[in-house]
């Protein structure tokens, strides 16, 4: 692939120093496309350069470079001050390639920390960071302490912390590491055996000197490198080190090698076919979050507010973040509808006829659950209601309440003056990509199935309720 940059950002690019810091791609039109870290922050820019750069960081990504037209950076003392300065500029910028971080979540963080002998691996969140940097500020006077907090590496950012634990729980049952305190730690070594993770083969119990400080280190070596996406570059150390065992004839040593290379191959498959998913099969197609789109739809059926309930259908623009979608025909090859998200509400708190205060339920509990990150409730990029202002006003009354207004946008639609074309009121703008012309075909086709369902769960409902009377 030869990369058409523009010789703007090639220059700029040159002049970058080899320092820590983060970068930014803009636009012509001044916006931030994209905000990134870096160690070495001409290193890192001039990656963005290379002809395997749809291979290694995606379509999306090279159509980022090819948008771009300058570039702007930062210097920072640290990698680690970089990584808390990306993360606030890209809450602040929300820049359309930056998927991850742009709401007001904090993130968690990998800790390996080699200020000890047997270096421990921590989970750490943003805040443990801040106080890191902030002990720094006021000990630089300390060398021993500006040591130690020097030799801490982070991993990440990653925005869930269950995924953090669910990675080192899968990482410590191929290279078995400490994650306990200096005082745990003190506390084992003087009784001379290990903790209960030792005995279940989780730790390598270095305090009852069961490995070696040798060993041990070459163990973090080959976690780094996973970490670091260096997933070949470990197969072939834990092959060479599995070689050299069954040639000396520590054929023990060489069987716990062998496990180890058959569980990262395990790993590695099950982690690459989650890649490829990023996410769920809708029907026949894959919901990738990174680079697709994902609006919902509420619509309320009744008559004269008797039996009175919801519905919740969900669509997908396929690549609809990242890529422009002009006129009716482009969206309707892009959007899809996802059967496997729908839901229905039997609206439990209004009585006689409320339209309003039926979707104001709606809504609350759909954020509500929403807010959880519970799966299968992840909340859209556009909330859609089937109605005008009032809807919509009552829709953003409850998102306040809620805290959720970085959360989801709402919207509302409804028919226009001519009972053919979607009269769109609210925040449609966050579906930038999409023009005037593809917005109002998207407003149609979601309304119109969420109408569908209502109105179906409606007269099911009624049945039910009559038949019951019988």
């Not at 049952?173 to 083969?201: H, M, Q």
């Not at 490995?211 to 260096?230: C, E, W």
């Not at 070949?232 to 520590?250: K, S, W, Y």
Request: hydrophobic letters at 40%.
């Amino acid at each position: 692939m030869n990369m058409q940059v523009a010789e703007s950002v090639r220059l700029l690019a040159k002049d970058l120093p080899l320092k820590p810091g983060v970068y930014q791609f803009v636009n012509d039109k001044d916006e931030v496309l994209y905000v990134g870290k870096a160690t070495r922050l001409r290193e890192r820019v001039r990656s963005y350069f290379a002809d395997d750069l749809a291979e290694s960081r995606g379509p999306g990504i090279v159509s980022m470079v090819l948008q771009a037209v300058s570039l702007r950076h930062i210097e920072t003392e640290s990698e680690l001050e970089a990584l808390l300065l990306e993360a606030r500029l890209i809450r602040q910028l929300k820049p359309k390639y930056n998927v991850k971080l742009r709401d007001d979540k904090s993130f968690s963080l990998i800790r390996i920390d080699h200020s000890e002998v047997f270096p421990g691996i921590y989970l750490s969140r943003e805040k443990d960071l801040e106080e890191l940097l902030e002990k720094r500020k006021r000990a630089r006077t300390d060398a021993r302490v500006s040591q130690v907090i020097d030799a801490q590496e982070f991993f990440g950012p990653y925005l869930s912390a269950k995924s953090v634990r669910q990675a080192l729980a899968s990482i410590r049952r191929i290279w078995p590491f400490r994650d306990c305190t200096s005082t745990k730690f003190a506390n084992y070594e003087r009784l001379g055996y290990g903790c209960v993770l030792a005995t279940l083969g989780l730790c390598s119990a270095p305090c009852a000197g069961k490995i070696t400080p040798d060993s041990y280190k070459k163990n973090i070596a080959q976690i780094r490198a996973f970490l670091n996406g260096d997933r070949r570059q470990v197969l072939t150390m834990i092959e060479a080190d599995m070689a050299h065992a069954a040639e000396d004839e520590r054929f023990e040593e060489a069987a716990i090698l062998r496990d180890r290379l058959q569980a990262l191959i395990h790993l590695q498959t099950v982690a690459q076919t989650r890649k490829q998913s990023r996410a769920k099969e809708v029907g026949e197609i894959i919901f990738d979050p990174e680079t697709d789109l994902r609006v919902e739809c509420v619509d309320i059926s009744h008559n004269q507010g008797a039996y009175t309930v919801a519905s919740l259908v969900t669509g997908m623009i396929r690549r609809g973040k990242v890529d422009e979608v002009h006129g009716r025909e482009e969206i309707r090859k892009r959007f899809r509808l996802d059967p496997t998200r729908q839901k229905k509400y039997k609206i439990q708190t209004v009585e006689g006829v409320s339209d309003v205060a039926a979707i104001a339920e709606v809504v609350r509990r759909r954020v509500t659950r929403g807010l959880k990150n519970e799966a299968g409730w992840e909340l859209p990029d556009l909330l859609i209601l089937d109605g005008g202002i009032t809807q919509l006003g009552a829709a953003s009354e409850v998102r306040t309440a809620l805290k959720a207004e970085e959360k989801v946008a709402v919207a509302a639609v409804a028919k226009g003056p001519t009972r053919r074309k979607v009269d769109r009121r609210g925040e449609w703008q966050v579906l930038q990509n999409l023009n005037d012309e593809a917005q109002d075909l998207l407003a149609e086709l979601m309304r119109e199935e969420a109408h569908r369902v209502a109105i179906s769960f409606y007269r099911n409902t009624h049945s039910r309720g009559l038949l019951s009377r019988a």
